[in-house]
């Protein structure tokens, strides 16, 4: 069973929208639990749950095993006690466009076949709304939601507030719902229906050929690919960058794997997946500045701020070649990106302009490299225990300052985004300070940071910041949490 689910919220804590608690505390639970039931044993066929989750009408819904390896039946008591029964397939399942029940197959899913840790979990905060005001029903149980984007909004709500854990669980979720996903990865209908032609054509004809096929069948589908994505993208020496020519190459740091039924390449570094490739972004490009040789892999998602990057060693040019079947990989200036470079490590990073404060990727050239950014994420870790409590949120942090969006207290930590800054103190949460601020007033700031030196033994405290706005002519809204109204802890 993967968890027990009532007013369910996983391991993380989470934020709501103009409210700021603590570590360990969370403001998006159920109002009032007092008439929620879970049925966590099938009445029909006595089968366990794999997940269940109860609403405060009475209501409630239990996700079973069924036949297929993503076959799920999803049972829904409405608040009189009828029972409706659905069958979902998770594999199926387009977030974007779902039912509250398809959604709990889906994340189930996630959760059972390992992709994810706390996918249902994650799902039932988000679902509920950035306020936590959003509820189900018989009203609205089967009408479609887009909760990709309601997800997204959850999790920026997470990294605005500095709940850096919850950011982190969520986005594994987010990922998840990608159409790019390893779990949304499947063979089209239209690419079947070729297959199928194929195979009838082979059979009447009595051809014994099966490779010539099967060679004619996948040239087809990567010129579907290419007319699909606009690739078809001309190497040097007047080869071409073909899906079917793609293969898999492996090297002492590098992993290179085709990926056919989305029509790109994934490269793996030191067994971690760097991104996926499609034969557009397959191409090497320097920065005139500094040298760097970057390859970039736009996303989609994320209103256009997120995009994989990796640097280009020799080791992996050389693999490139190899693994796409050119004999030199396309090579071109940097364009529609910068490369910038962190004063504290010398860490390089590759941003796109305007996307300051919410996006960007971090460059790691070379073992020196890796060194100072895991001393970095260590950094955290040592002086903000309890605000850093692993080694991939030290990391996290790390990212966040190499990319211009945290800065570290003597006791806490500042962390910057186009409509929000705030703090977080290591000892005294009461400490704890955000403040919202609209588009305008953080291109004033970003202007100013630009230009000036944060004086780091001023800045954990609010009125430092609201001499700034001040200065800037910008505007602001505090976020006041439930215990600083009460108490009245308004002297940051």
């Not at 490299?369 to 996290?396: C, I, M, Q």
Request: hydrophobic share 30%; aromatic share 12%; glycine share 10%.
């Amino acid at each position: 069973m993967l968890s027990n689910v009532g007013c369910y919220l996983g391991t993380s804590s989470y934020y709501s929208q103009k409210t700021k608690v603590s570590t360990g505390q969370s403001v998006t639970s159920f109002g009032n639990t007092a008439g929620i039931h879970l049925h966590m044993t099938d009445p029909d066929g006595g089968d366990n749950a794999l997940t269940s989750v109860g609403f405060p009408d009475g209501s409630s819904a239990s996700v079973y095993s069924a036949k297929g390896y993503s076959e799920y039946t999803v049972k829904y008591w409405n608040s009189n006690g009828s029972i409706s029964e659905y069958e979902y397939d998770a594999d199926e399942v387009d977030p974007g466009n779902a039912r509250y029940l398809e959604m709990l197959a889906f994340t189930s899913h996630l959760d059972l076949t390992g992709q994810t840790k706390n996918a249902f979990g994650d799902f039932i905060s988000a679902a509920r709304g950035v306020n936590g005001d959003i509820t189900y029903n018989s009203e609205n149980i089967l009408s479609q939601f887009d909760f990709r984007q309601m997800t997204e909004d959850f999790m920026g709500a997470q990294y605005r507030f500095g709940n850096m854990a919850g950011y982190l669980s969520v986005k594994n979720l987010y990922d998840h719902m990608m159409p790019d996903s390893p779990l949304r990865k499947a063979h089209s209908r239209d690419t079947f229906d070729e297959f199928c032609e194929f195979m009838d054509k082979m059979y009447a004809e009595q051809r014994s050929n099966a490779p010539e096929y099967r060679n004619q069948f996948l040239e087809m589908v990567d010129q579907g690919i290419q007319q699909k994505n606009g690739t078809g993208l001309s190497g040097g020496r007047n080869s071409e960058i073909r899906v079917s020519n793609f293969k898999e190459v492996e090297t002492a740091n590098y992993k290179l794997v085709p990926e056919p039924e989305i029509g790109g390449l994934r490269i793996l570094v030191d067994g971690k997946s760097a991104g996926v490739f499609k034969p557009e972004h397959l191409k090497i490009q320097e920065d005139a500045q500094t040298g760097t040789r970057v390859m970039i892999s736009e996303l989609p998602g994320f209103n256009g701020n997120w995009y994989d990057a990796i640097p280009v060693t020799e080791e992996l040019e050389s693999a490139l070649s190899e693994a796409i079947g050119v004999e030199e990989v396309p090579h071109q200036p940097l364009e529609g990106y910068y490369i910038g470079t962190h004063a504290g490590t010398g860490i390089k990073y590759v941003m796109r302009p305007g996307d300051e404060g919410r996006g960007g990727q971090v460059l790691l050239c070379n073992a020196v490299d890796e060194a100072r950014y895991k001393a970095l994420g260590e950094e955290y870790a040592r002086r903000y225990p309890n605000l850093v409590t692993s080694p991939e949120a030290g990391e996290f942090y790390a990212s966040l300052e190499i990319r211009g969006m945290a800065q570290r207290g003597a006791n806490g930590i500042i962390t910057t985004h186009p409509d929000n800054i705030s703090y977080n103190d290591n000892s005294d949460p009461k400490k704890n300070w955000s403040a919202m601020i609209d588009e305008k007033t953080w291109n004033l700031l970003l202007s100013w940071l630009n230009n000036h030196t944060i004086n780091t033994e001023e800045m954990t405290g609010f009125k430092y910041w609201d001499n700034i706005f001040n200065e800037i002519g910008g505007s602001y809204e505090r976020v006041w949490s439930d215990d600083e109204i009460r108490q009245g802890h308004l002297y940051q």
